[in-house]
């Protein structure tokens, strides 16, 4: 493991796989941020284009930026996960290779980091976004409906998400909680992981600000945001509107199967791994993988309700 506690504060952690169309640019709002004492790793999955240049080009020429080399690890999710193996420092965030980062974006994160860090438990600090195009162009000024408002549980994050591994830092425990995980399969990523760990073994602490430009388009490694199709005028959130949307979503557009399957497997993969002791969440987690076959109403019901 590569100790960074006597060198720099923040480990950045950058999983790469064909991305030399916007790599330079996310380099290059790395090297503009306003607070600067990180180290960069980056590991690169077995790219085929000219990825590995552009990291050979910036870590030859910057000791900020240092490339990893160890084998290819075979998809975004284990490729993070095994970086957190390598790397220590008293704080951890991820980034991806087709985003740029707001100036002030590690500056404001480690203020509220180190407002509430504890020594005794996990803190996840992770923040708003904004939604852009290939051009940067914005399609939403917040990914967040009424930022400020929203609320982040256990429950609401496993039914759905809203804490993306690209806004987050995580502190030294919580990082020493993900390495005792060996990522089973697809289902369980690195961001989830950590956020579960944080909202029932610690904390978890939401900045209402956009902080990075979430790029979507063609080539996202793990997919597009879910932008609505449908748009609502402002509503109290949860309201009886959005649940009956939900409904319909989930049952006139029969969503169900698909969404059962991957509730079952990250609650399957959660308490396999064995990093959870909050009793109240191990039994919802338990709850979860018995609904998805024996009792899907209840879980219906479940995921409808956290929206």
């Given at each position: 493991?590569?100790?960074?506690?006597n060198?720099?504060?923040?480990?950045i952690?950058?999983?790469?796989?064909n991305?030399?169309k916007?790599?330079?640019?996310?380099?290059?709002?790395?090297l503009a941020?306003?607070?600067?004492?990180?180290t960069?790793?980056?590991?690169?999955?077995?790219?085929?284009?000219?990825?590995?240049?552009?990291?050979?080009?910036?870590?030859?020429?910057?000791?900020?930026?240092?490339?990893?080399?160890?084998?290819?690890?075979g998809?975004?999710?284990?490729?993070f996960?095994?970086?957190?193996?390598?790397?220590?420092?008293?704080?951890?965030?991820f980034?991806?290779q087709?985003?740029?980062?707001?100036?002030e974006?590690?500056?404001?994160?480690?203020?509220?980091?180190?407002q509430?860090?504890?020594?005794?438990g996990?803190?996840?600090?992770?923040?708003?976004?904004?939604?852009?195009?290939?051009?940067?162009?914005?399609i939403?000024e917040?990914?967040?409906?009424?930022?400020?408002?929203?609320e982040?549980?256990?429950?609401?994050?496993f039914?759905?998400g809203?804490?993306?591994?690209?806004?987050?830092?995580?502190?030294?425990?919580?990082?020493?909680?993900?390495?005792?995980?060996e990522?089973?399969?697809?289902?369980?990523?690195?961001?989830?992981?950590?956020?579960?760990?944080a909202?029932?073994?610690g904390?978890?602490l939401?900045?209402?600000?956009?902080?990075?430009?979430?790029?979507q388009h063609?080539?996202?490694?793990?997919?597009?945001?879910e932008l609505?199709?449908?748009?609502?005028p402002n509503?109290?959130?949860?309201?009886v509107?959005r649940?009956v949307?939900?409904?319909?979503?989930?049952?006139?557009?029969?969503?169900?199967?698909k969404h059962f399957a991957?509730?079952?497997?990250?609650?399957?993969?959660?308490?396999?791994?064995?990093?959870?002791?909050?009793?109240?969440?191990?039994?919802?987690?338990?709850?979860?993988?018995?609904?998805?076959?024996?009792d899907?109403?209840w879980l219906?019901?479940?995921?409808?309700?956290?929206?």
């Open positions: 493991m590569i100790d960074m506690t060198r720099r504060d923040i480990a952690l950058l999983a790469t796989y991305g030399e916007f790599l330079r640019e996310q380099f290059d709002s790395l941020q306003t607070y600067q004492n990180w960069c790793y980056i590991h690169d999955d077995g790219s085929t284009d000219s990825t590995v240049k552009i990291i050979a080009e910036y870590s030859d020429n910057s000791d900020k930026f240092i490339a990893l080399n160890y084998p290819p690890q998809g975004g999710g284990k490729n996960f095994s970086m957190v193996r390598k790397v220590d420092a008293p704080y951890i965030m980034c991806d087709d985003d740029v980062w707001i100036p974006k590690i500056e404001k994160t480690l203020n509220k980091m180190r509430t860090d504890r020594t005794d996990p803190v996840c600090v992770f923040t708003d976004m904004k939604v852009v195009d290939a051009n940067l162009n914005i939403r917040s990914l967040y409906h009424d930022a400020e408002k929203q982040f549980s256990f429950k609401s994050v039914f759905c809203g804490m993306l591994g690209c806004t987050m830092m995580i502190n030294k425990i919580l990082a020493d909680y993900a390495r005792k995980v990522p089973c399969n697809t289902v369980l990523y690195h961001d989830s992981l950590c956020a579960y760990i909202l029932s073994e904390v978890a939401f900045i209402p600000e956009p902080t990075i430009l979430y790029r063609s080539g996202n490694l793990f997919g597009a945001v609505p199709k449908l748009r609502f509503i109290p959130y949860r309201s509107i649940k949307y939900h409904f319909i979503k989930y049952v006139v557009l029969k969503y169900p199967l991957r509730y079952k497997g990250e609650a399957d993969e959660l308490l396999l791994c064995g990093v959870l002791h909050n009793q109240e969440n191990i039994d919802f987690l338990k709850k979860v993988s018995y609904s998805a076959e024996s899907k109403f219906l019901n479940e995921s409808i309700w956290k929206r």
